[in-house]
Structures are given as C-alpha cells and as structure tokens.
C-alpha cells in the first residue's frame, strides 16, 4: 500500500504558541490530502481536504483561520495550529488517496498535540 | 448528510471464535467501501476494501456487501487477542463535489484469551 508519513510524532507546546504538523506522501503524488482530528475515545473528525495548489475546504465548525492548511507541493500538506489552546489537544491525523487513481485511503502515523 | 452507521459495542468474544461486525450507510450511489482497524493510540490501517455485492475473503477476514440493503459487514474468523481494536465502516462518498470516506463511529472489539 501507498506510505504517508508525518510529522513529529508528538509535540507538546505552550498556550498561544503556533505548532505545524506535516503530512508526507512518500512513494506517490497527492493531489488531495485529508485531515482529521481524534479526541480520547471518540470517533474521526474530518477537519479539512487539503489540494495541492488552491486553498483547502473546511468542514463546518472548523475554523480556517485557526486551523491553516497549506498544499504546496504533490507530495507535502501541512497543517498548522495557530494561538493553540488547551482545548486543541489532540491526535491529528492525515491521510492520502493511494496512487495511480486508486480510491482506497491510506492514513499517515498520527501526531499526539498537547498544549499546556 | 450522508452517513454511515455502526454499533458502539463493545463486542467481547472469547478467542477463536467468530467476531461479527456491521455497518450500514445512508448513499444509496456508494459504490467503494472499507473496513479499517485502529488499534488505541495509533491511526487507522486499512483491512479490507470491496466493491460488489457478495463475499470478498482475505485470510481470517470476510467482507460481505449488500447494496440493495445498503449494509456492508466484516466477519472475523478465529478471533486472536491480538484482534482487539476498534474497527471503522467506511464509504466513499460524493459531498459537495469531493470525493471522501465517511466513516461510523466505530466498532471497539475485545478478543478474551
């Protein structure tokens, strides 16, 4: 199966500080990218769909200011959690069609945020 | 909306038998859909994706899919410890344009040794 990758694994930051996590295809081109967040115990969120080369779609309720995507390359997404906050901690995750047009997703590793 | 539905559980089996899981999804023109696994702490991997209506075997792993009923199911055979994990119904849907996997809220199964 197709590789997605992220990064870091775990990052712990200060209240009202930024923190971006990127998302890596590895052995294949993503014109699309996903990102969901999970809090403890609860179910995938979709947060956003993320397109190389033109701004990002939000679901509803996620706010696009605080939460910026960024797709710039085939192979890179990122995600960055701007005047992070308490209640932003979280694992979030991104995922990837899997390539040569296959409909299948492949989810990348995770990133554990706790802000404190 | 478009939705996808499963039961919470969790489901408790003792170890070798048949582990029985269910989803049923709202998009009648779904035509792709998947069954994931997440272990506690860790991301989704797929399991099983399938297609058409029918059986689709892999190992200890059966999907069946039912269009006409809009219910797609994993069953597990031989259930191992090493099974206990929340499973994720997926189905890939049109929503305002885009292509995305909508998924259930999961499915957590306990495999007792």
């Known amino acids: 199966g197709a590789v997605v990758s992220q990064h870091p694994s775990r990052v712990i930051c200060k209240s009202g500080t930024s923190v971006k996590i990127e998302c890596r295809s590895l052995d294949f081109q993503a014109t699309t990218m996903f990102w969901y967040r999970q809090f403890p115990k609860q179910s995938l969120m979709l947060m956003a769909t993320s397109n190389e080369g033109s701004k990002a779609t939000y679901e509803q309720g996620v706010e696009k200011d605080k939460f910026l995507i960024n797709h710039a390359s085939l192979t890179l997404s990122t995600l960055t959690v701007t005047s992070a906050h308490p209640e932003d901690s979280s694992f979030y995750i991104c995922?990837?069609?899997?390539?040569?047009?296959?409909?299948?997703?492949?989810f990348g590793p995770g990133t554990r945020l706790t802000v404190l | 909306q478009k939705e996808v539905e499963q039961n919470s559980g969790p489901l408790s089996v003792p170890e070798g038998a048949i582990a029985s899981l269910n989803c049923t999804y709202s998009?009648?023109?779904?035509?792709?859909f998947f069954w994931y696994r997440q272990y506690s702490g860790k991301s989704p991997e797929l399991i099983m994706s399938?297609?058409?209506?029918g059986d689709k075997e892999d190992g200890r792993f059966t999907a069946q899919l039912n269009k006409a009923s809009q219910y797609v199911s994993l069953l597990i055979r031989d259930s191992q410890p090493s099974d206990s994990a929340t499973y994720l119904c997926?189905?890939?849907?049109?929503?305002?344009?885009?292509?995305?996997?909508?998924f259930g809220k999961g499915t957590k199964l306990t495999v007792n040794p």
């Open positions: 997926a189905v890939r849907t049109d929503q305002g344009g885009s292509e995305k996997l909508v």
């Open positions: 995922s990837a069609w899997g390539w040569g047009g296959t409909d299948t997703q492949y």
């Open positions: 998009d009648r023109v779904s035509q792709s």
């Open positions: 399938i297609y058409s209506n």
